[in-house]
């Protein structure tokens, strides 16, 4: 039982928890058995949804009757104090009894939180939201998503360093290739800033990943770039675009379809093709967003998403505690 990976979990946050929580911790059990499940939250609601479905040597819950809530300021939730359990499971990352923490809950109070008890790796001076996205090839790694609107070089450096160590930890056969999100693809487009980060990038020497320049907007899903690094402002936005444009071609697809005959007949010819696409654009499966620079990971789930959801984000955090991704950045970075 000491070899399992040791995830602390947040049971009160996101919608529909804990039940919510706790499928997701069922579901993912059943496919990971090396996981164990430390749940803050209040007991008797989480064993109303546990009791029976796991077995007792895979689970602890630990009992608190507070909770962050989703109207909760970053500074109410933290004023909150020690018995949430967001700081709860937070806490039991900094004193060592589990590996890591994931949360379904309030995104800027998780951040702040665990900016409070986790301490930041050496020479580190800005933590990073990254997040997986899919792309022609396989995944990309995107970051950061806003936890910083403005950056420095160092900041675009250091990104570049601990994406791509989040990339090597999640796929270790494969060497990222790591580009700055730009407005152009040539050396004198953008501000100052990025311009410098470039140079200093493009003389950068690491066995961890390729230099590979700039990406524009539209080249982002083209599968050529593994790790895109950006300010947290650009990087928002990018997010909140992609997330929409999926939503807006899967839905008039689904309209198109439904609304002539035609469009019925060819929907029945193609039924497989149809549901491959919609996988392949659902974000359940990419759920699970990485706060890094810290001295341990922490995961933010997406509050809205459904246990499947929430259990592909415990995966993240099996496959991030296997990849020794804390060691990973800390032998990198400078």
Wanted: with cysteine.
């Amino acid at each position: 039982m000491s070899d399992l990976i040791k995830i602390s979990i947040d049971a009160m946050g996101g919608d529909n928890s804990p039940k919510k929580i706790v499928d997701g911790i069922i579901h993912n059990h059943k496919k990971n058995s090396d996981n164990f499940y430390k749940i803050f939250g209040n007991k008797d609601e989480i064993e109303k949804n546990i009791k029976g479905r796991i077995d007792q040597n895979f689970f602890e819950i630990v009992h608190t009757e507070k909770s962050v809530k989703s109207t909760d300021s970053p500074l109410e939730a933290a004023k909150k104090g020690k018995n949430t359990s967001m700081w709860m499971a937070v806490e039991s990352v900094k004193k060592k009894e589990t590996d890591i923490v994931i949360s379904a809950g309030n995104t800027g109070a998780l951040l702040v939180i665990a900016k409070l008890n986790l301490k930041m790796i050496e020479n580190i001076d800005k933590p990073a939201l990254s997040a997986l996205w899919p792309n022609k090839k396989g995944m990309s790694v995107v970051l950061d998503l806003g936890a910083n609107i403005e950056c420095n070089k160092k900041n675009l450096i250091d990104f570049s360093i601990m994406g791509a160590s989040l990339y090597k930890s999640l796929y270790p056969e494969e060497n990222p290739n790591v580009a700055l999100l730009n407005i152009g693809s040539e050396e004198l487009k953008g501000n100052e800033i990025i311009k410098e980060t470039f140079q200093e990038l493009n003389d950068y020497k690491n066995n961890n990943f390729n230099f590979a320049g700039y990406i524009e907007g539209n080249e982002l899903m083209n599968g050529e770039v593994n790790v895109i690094v950006s300010d947290g402002f650009t990087g928002n936005v990018a997010l909140k675009t992609a997330e929409g444009t999926a939503n807006f071609i899967t839905s008039e697809l689904k309209k198109a379809l439904s609304n002539t005959i035609l469009g019925k007949i060819s929907s029945m010819l193609n039924i497989s093709n149809l549901r491959k696409f919609k996988k392949r654009l659902d974000p359940r499966l990419y759920n699970g967003a990485i706060f890094i620079g810290l001295n341990s990971p922490v995961v933010k789930s997406h509050g809205g998403t459904d246990y499947f959801g929430f259990s592909n984000s415990l995966n993240v955090c099996n496959k991030i505690i296997k990849g020794n991704l804390i060691d990973k950045i800390k032998s990198n970075i400078r």
